[in-house]
Structure formats: structure tokens, C-alpha cells
């Protein structure tokens, strides 16, 4: 009987942790939790996605989308996309921390680097699937190669594009939990160094960072809506 | 010995590997320069069999648990395809929350260990395969449902000798794609006590003696490999007709 209640119990205190600061068990009464710590962690971890993945849009997607209009490289990054997915997040953290350094520019470097394959390699995709009749069009119509790029193979491709932009948001806000490691304290330190933040702090954390997760998927969802052209939409209803 | 299941049980997952481990580094920490010590390596290489070992154990468990569940979703779905817009949202979800939170989440209800990484890693892996299976379905030409058709099969044997075996292209890249993630994400079980090659990453530390990392990192992207090639052989066997050329 109560040991199906235990589960309730755990997801109560965790609540609890994260609007009522706490004494720590642990670390002789140093307070933990609390709304604003709660706040300043989650600003933190998004601080570094948003950098990370700024970073990765700006050198992955004006690549993919050049290689996928020239229609070279795709060996290169399909290995490049097979390799990302088998790099192990946690030990791209560690090893920038021993051999670049902790801090938040070593590691947006790190995530940035999770999600250049994904942006890449869809970029790429997405261009090589467009119609050669609408490029041929486009190019009969007076448009330079990259006024295609920009205002035909870009919006044909959006759903492709932003699904590569998805992938790497995912990527990079679960690895900027494990940030801490790294010496950037996101909700992953709750995570991480539950010594300190007990085990509410720790399911507190969990519960924030799935959190956050899905409301950049949900935002980027809403973002790909807006960027679809509507006769896209029209011709896919 | 410092096995991550024994931490776990002293309630010490997480935060407090770092003083493990720290007599048989000594000689390679003296040169902090050094980011490979191949003494090191070579007096340890022992330690990371019982890790690989854990480690396929994971991501084998995990990706065949997520394939069948996935697998069956998609065929629920694809003969009653109101289904498809919710499953894809489900599955969606449980792609998106991170590993490591979904740990935590899944702590109060099955525990500290490997069986909480494996319910984690299978939900992480069912929106790929589920995903790829209805691309695989759909792409099915309709000349070849309705060739069948016209022999007298019925929609079951539709489903399984034509629908299934044309999708096999798709549903192999759904389980590489799969597998391979998993390959690299199981490497997060060491935050649930659940082994795996993250154990030698994090833990005894290692974020400033890298050898090891070093050392792990290879038996995972070498894993992935393998384990992409062995899917990309499958399916050249299983798809024997894609390999025939005309003459």
C-alpha cells in the first residue's frame, strides 16, 4: 500500500524544493532550492543551448545548404552525421574540460560541435530533395545562385531544415545538463551533485530539464508552422 | 571494489566517484601535460572489459525492447491510422526529454541501476524506429499492394510478404540510427548506477586524467560502428532483390 504512494511522495518534495528554499542535510545548513535558484539555473542552461546553437546555425547551415545546391560532399557528411550521433556527450564534456578548460566558452564550443551534424546534414538534404524544375525556374526567372539558395531551395526544404535544427536543440540542451561537470552550473547541477541538493533537488532537477526540453521543441514546432510558406501548407493538407 | 552498483547502494550516486582510482593514476597525473599516458593504458586496459560487456548489455536490451514496442506501434497505426498523429506526439515526447532526466523521473518508480537506464534508452529509441517503420510503409508502391491483391492475398498477407519486406530498407536505417544514439547515450547510465562504459569516463577523475576517457571514447564510436556495418550486412541479406542488377 505505501510503497505505491512513494512515487507521490518523491514528486511532492521535488515541488516542493523548487519553490521553497531548504537546509541542505549535507553541507552543514547551507540553503538550497528555492524559486530563484531554480530560476537562475534554468536561465543558465538556456543561456548556453541558445549560444551553442546560434553558434552551430551559424557555421552548419549556410555549409549544408551550399553543399546541397552544389550537390557535393555527401559522402563527407553522411560520415559526419553517423560520427555525431556515436560521439558520447559525456565524454565530449569531459574531455573539454581536461584539455581546453572549464567555463562557458569551452563548453558552448563543445555543444556547438553535437550540433553542427545534424543541421549540416539535413541542410543538405533538404536542398538535394527540392524540385531541379523549381531551381531551373528560378534560374529562367533572372535569380542569382544565392538568391535560389535564400528564396527557393530554403523554404522548399524548411521542414527538412528545421527538423536537422530540432535534432540539435535536443542534443544540446540534454548535454548542457551534464554541463556542471564542466563548471557550468545549470539544472544539471541538481542532477549531478545531488549530494548537496538531496534527493528532492535531484527529481526536482529531472522534472525542470525535461521541462525545458520540451518547451524548446514545442517553440521550434511553432517556429517551423510560421516559417512554412502557406502554400506548402496548403498542398500537404 | 568501487562498482558503480555498489555506490549506488551506499546512496552515492553521481557526485562522489572522484576519490576512486586515484593510486593507479598517480604516475600519469605527475605529467598533467600529457592527455594520453600509454603506460597507463596499458596497465589498465583490463578494467574496461566488464564495462564493454555492461555497455552492449544496455544497448542491446534497450534497442530490442524499443524495437518491438515501436515496431508493433506501427502496425497498430498503420491499419487504424487515427492513431498515427498521437503516437508520433508520444513518442515524440519521450524522445525529446533528455536521458539523463528521464533517470531521475523514472527513479522514484523503478530504482537505482541498469533497468532504469534500459526503460530510459528503449523510450529514447521509439520514435526513430516508429518513425522509419510507417516511412518504410508508406513507401510501399500501390502497384505492388494491388499486384498482390490481384493473386488473392489478404491484407495480413499483404502486411507480411509484400508491405513489410519492401519497408525493410527503412526500418534497418530506423534501427541504425537507433543504435547507434544508444551506443553513445548509454554512456549516461553511470548517473543511475546502471555500468556501461560511463563508468570509465566519469569516475575516478577522469575529467582531468583523459587516458581513460580517451580509452572509452574508442570502445564506444568503435561499438557504433560495428554495429552500423553488421545493420548495413543485415540488410543487404534481408533485401536480396535490391542487390540484383539488370541486365
Known sequence: MTAALVPFASFSGAIEFIFSEQTSNVTGGAKVGGFEQAVELTLKQLEVTVLALALALIVALPLGLYLGHRGKGEVVLVGLANAGRALPELALIALVAALIGIGLVPVTLALAVLGIPPIVSNAYVGVRQVDPAAVDAARGMGMGEMEIIRKVELPLAISTVMGGVRSATIAIVATATIAPLAGVLTLGDYIINASIYGEDGRLAGAILVALLALSLEGLLALLQRRLTSDGLKVKTA | ?247
Not at chain 2, 48 to 76: D, K, W
Not at chain 2, 115 to 122: E, H, K, N, S, Y
Open chain 2, 1 to 247: 571494489m568501487g562498482s558503480p552498483l555498489l555506490l549506488a547502494a551506499s546512496g552515492q550516486v553521481g557526485g562522489d566517484f572522484f576519490k576512486e582510482r586515484t593510486s593507479d593514476t598517480l604516475p600519469c597525473q605527475a605529467k598533467p601535460n600529457e592527455p594520453f599516458c600509454f603506460d597507463w593504458a596499458k596497465e589498465n586496459i583490463d578494467r574496461f572489459g566488464t564495462p564493454t560487456v555492461q555497455h552492449l548489455e544496455l544497448v542491446v536490451i534497450s534497442v530490442l525492447i524499443g524495437f518491438a514496442i515501436a515496431f508493433a506501434l506501427a502496425l497498430f497505426a498503420h491499419r487504424s491510422t487515427w492513431l498515427q498523429a498521437p503516437l508520433l506526439a508520444v513518442t515524440g515526447i519521450l524522445y525529446t526529454i533528455p536521458s539523463i532526466a528521464f533517470f531521475f523521473l523514472l527513479l522514484p518508480v523503478t530504482g537505482i541501476g541498469k533497468d532504469t537506464a534500459i526503460v530510459a534508452l528503449a523510450a529514447y529509441t521509439l520514435q526513430i524506429i516508429y518513425r522509419n517503420t510507417m516511412l518504410g510503409l508508406h513507401n510501399v508502391p500501390d502497384s505492388a499492394k494491388e499486384a498482390a491483391r490481384g493473386m488473392g492475398y489478404t491484407d495480413r498477407q499483404i502486411l507480411w510478404r509484400v508491405e513489410l519486406p519492401l519497408a525493410i530498407p527503412e526500418i534497418v536505417a530506423g534501427l541504425r540510427v537507433a543504435i547507434v544514439s544508444t551506443v553513445a547515450i548509454a554512456t549516461l547510465a553511470v548517473f543511475i548506477g546502471g555500468g556501461g562504459l560511463g563508468t570509465q569516463i566519469y569516475g575516478g577523475g577522469n575529467l582531468t586524467f583523459p587516458t581513460s576517457v580517451f580509452i572509452a571514447l574508442a570502445i564506444v564510436v568503435l561499438m557504433a560502428m560495428a554495429f552500423h556495418l553488421g545493420l548495413l550486412l543485415a540488410q543487404r541479406y534481408l533485401t536480396p532483390w535490391r542487390n540484383a542488377r539488370a541486365i
